[in-house]
């Protein structure tokens, strides 16, 4: 049988990434237990080195199988297997670099872990709603060909509140056993530092659980928290995540770019670009999206055979005016 030291240096191998090493130690083995005159085991790990070789892990973004959670996991995570990727987004230089690097860091997670170093994994997202926190999710999801987790927080916070850090245990539960990209949407009714009197204590019990599960996470997935309410957190919360993403509502450029991209699947006629963004100007790209969706159906509905410039500004205008609503509700 392989002694302790080969079994260690088989471990160090892998945690390593040195698939070379790795095999060569499990021929030695394999040797070993044929002169041992154990011949079907050795056969057996022959033909699973002979398997490996032929299959070897591309990278380490190899796709990992479809999951489904079952039972009451089923009802607190929602999963998708995202294909969208960082050009489908319109991103400000910034957010751009910072989705670079940690998709660059999760791609060599091992080159890390070879020198003691985890990649970045806990983000806390914040910004108004429609500016991209949840595309980014998927992004990334899709960037690292890993499924998306979205928690679903309706049925985290039961009006059992005492039920609830037992439901976080099982969401933390899953974040170890299966690599992915876990999304806590509207964060802000977990990590606030606010409550409505009767339910602060157990608010609070709930959001301490969450700080000391995300404290003790070894996992390779990735912890996403999304919030539009940034001024409710907890101070504690925020030097728990690695990194802290700040979305903004889109500049003229942005805006523009934005309505290239949703226009690009219709034929367009002239369309001036410039007074179509300054039009836009109060505009998420949640809303960009609409008008340009809006404008493409009532070029379809009315047999255009293209989005026209009058068609594009009615569309946005109709927005503007939706925006405004929301804005003076109290
Ligand atoms: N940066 C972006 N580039 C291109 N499209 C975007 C971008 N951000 C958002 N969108 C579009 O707007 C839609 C809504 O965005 P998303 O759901 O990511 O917003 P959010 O910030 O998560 O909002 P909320 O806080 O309301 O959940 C997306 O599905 C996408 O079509």
Request: aromatic share 6%; proline share 3%.
């Amino acid at each position: 049988m392989a002694i302790a030291t080969q079994i260690k240096a088989l471990l160090k191998s892998h945690v390593d990434g040195d698939d070379a090493l790795f095999l060569s130690i499990a021929m030695q083995m394999a040797a070993q237990e044929a002169k041992q005159g154990h011949g079907k085991l050795a056969k057996e790990i022959r033909d699973l080195i002979d398997e490996a070789k032929s299959n070897p892990h591309k990278n380490d973004t190899t796709p990992i199988p479809l999951v489904k959670p079952k039972g009451e996991l089923g009802h607190l995570l929602n999963v998708t297997y995202p294909k969208l990727r960082l050009v489908d987004m319109v991103l400000s230089a910034n957010i751009e670099t910072k989705l670079q690097r940690l998709i660059k860091e999760h791609k060599q997670v091992q080159k890390l872990r070879s020198h003691g170093l985890a990649p970045r994994k806990k983000l806390l997202l914040i910004g108004p709603p429609g500016t991209g926190k949840t595309l980014t999710a998927s992004v990334l999801a899709g960037e690292l060909g890993l499924p998306l987790f979205i928690v679903r927080l309706e049925s985290l916070m039961t009006k059992y509140m005492g039920e609830t850090a037992g439901k976080l245990r099982l969401i933390f539960d899953a974040i170890q056993q299966t690599r992915g990209v876990y999304l806590f949407d509207e964060f802000d009714s977990i990590g606030s530092q606010r409550g409505n009197s009767n339910d602060v204590g157990e608010i609070r019990r709930v959001l301490n659980s969450f700080l000391q599960m995300i404290e003790q996470d070894t996992s390779d997935s990735l912890l996403l928290a999304a919030t539009n309410h940034s001024e409710l957190l907890d101070h504690a919360l925020f030097r728990r995540f690695d990194d802290l993403i700040e979305y903004d509502l889109p500049e003229k450029q942005e805006i523009i770019a934005a309505l290239k991209s949703k226009l690009a699947a219709f034929k367009t006629s002239k369309i001036f670009w410039t007074k179509a963004a300054e039009a836009a100007d109060t505009l998420s790209y949640g809303d960009i999206t609409r008008a340009c969706e809006d404008a493409i159906r009532n070029s379809i509905i009315s047999n255009k055979e293209c989005v026209s410039h009058s068609d594009l500004m009615f569309s946005i205008k109709e927005r503007c005016l939706v925006r405004q609503k929301q804005q003076s509700k109290p």
